[in-house]
């Protein structure tokens, strides 16, 4: 549980980050869209886009990965006032969960009632390829813990994993609200919006289970049979985090998954990033086809 000072140092970003976004302007939004690898030329199909920097909104890191716009980004698409995060922040990257996670509380706050979350993932499934969509249905979260650890001295790794005094530090940490078991994580209505719009242009997009890890790493061929043997279809390194703090806010949540590569266990391949960026400007018209028609109510 983090300390009542911790929670006013919250309130503080909070509301800092509040007043930094709203003294550019821009509508109220709606819905809140995060954009992941490759997909980030969505953004510019936004009408009359008010556009800030993470770096002059007080409480947000900076992205790291390549394809990462890095900005918040208010405008109308289809239609409708949204809110965009062109680029987002993974624990790989060094940042907290709380850090993750910190935008989508500041959406929220801004007006956004539904969530959209893309990503770039490894295809497990067979019959995946390159390109396809999958529409996460569920997840197994393998996110806890620290990334740091693995490639920090002792004395570091001794500061990163005390996950006490990480909560009691990190003025981003909030306490933690159980979602209970019976509630639906990913929105029902969104997903049967989004998979008509697959069959309605003609491109494959499929239910599945998303396993999240820390990264940043890609898989072993072990690791893939493995995970195949779980039931997973697709694997990353973000999304959860964002998907589960809108869900403890009330938000309804629709998550995407591009296949960037897909697995081959019996085979040595080498993935990199540039083929991740190449597939998602490859999936692009059709992730940005599912999220104009979930826009529509």
């Known amino acids: 549980m983090h300390t009542l000072e911790t929670e006013s140092q919250f309130v503080g970003h909070l509301s800092e ?3 930094a976004i709203e003294a550019v302007g821009g509508p109220r939004p709606e819905v809140a869209i995060v954009l992941g690898s490759g997909l980030g030329g969505v953004v510019d199909k936004i009408e009359e886009p008010v556009r800030i920097g993470f770096a002059d909104i007080p409480g947000f890191g900076q992205t790291t ?4 716009q890095g900005e918040l980004v208010r405008g109308w698409l289809g239609g409708v006032p949204v809110v965009v995060m062109a680029g987002r922040l993974h624990r790989y990257g060094g940042w907290s969960n709380g850090q993750v996670v910190f935008p989508v509380e500041v959406m929220r706050r801004l007006g ?6 893309s990503n770039a993932a490894g295809g497990v499934r067979p019959g995946l390829k390159v390109g396809d969509i999958v529409v996460i249905e569920d997840h197994i979260d393998w996110m806890s813990g620290s ?11 001794d500061q990163v994993t005390d996950e006490s005094r990480l909560l009691g530090s990190d003025p981003f940490a ?3 609200v159980p979602i209970g078991r019976g509630k639906k994580v990913y929105d029902e209505g969104m997903i049967q919006k989004a998979l008509a719009a697959a069959r309605q242009g003609g491109f494959s997009a499929t239910c599945g289970t998303y396993l999240a890890v820390l990264g940043p790493n890609y898989e072993t061929r072990a690791e893939y049979r493995m ?6 279809d697709v694997v990353g390194m973000s999304t959860v985090p964002e998907v589960l703090a809108a869900a403890r806010m009330g938000m309804a949540t629709l998550a995407l998954s591009m296949v960037s590569n897909v697995a081959s266990p019996d085979t040595a391949q080498q993935a990199n990033h540039e083929e991740v960026l190449a597939a ?5 018209p059709r992730m940005l086809q599912m999220v104009q028609a979930v826009l529509r109510k």
């Open 147 to 157: 990334p740091l650890a693995r490639f920090s001295p002792q004395a570091e790794v």
């Open 112 to 117: 956004a009632e539904r969530l959209i979350a």
């Open 227 to 232: 995970m195949r043997r779980m039931g997973v």
């Open 65 to 68: 990965a390549a394809g990462h």
């Open 174 to 176: 909030r306490a933690p």
């Open 17 to 19: 980050a509040l007043a």
């Open 280 to 284: 998602g400007q490859q999936a692009e």
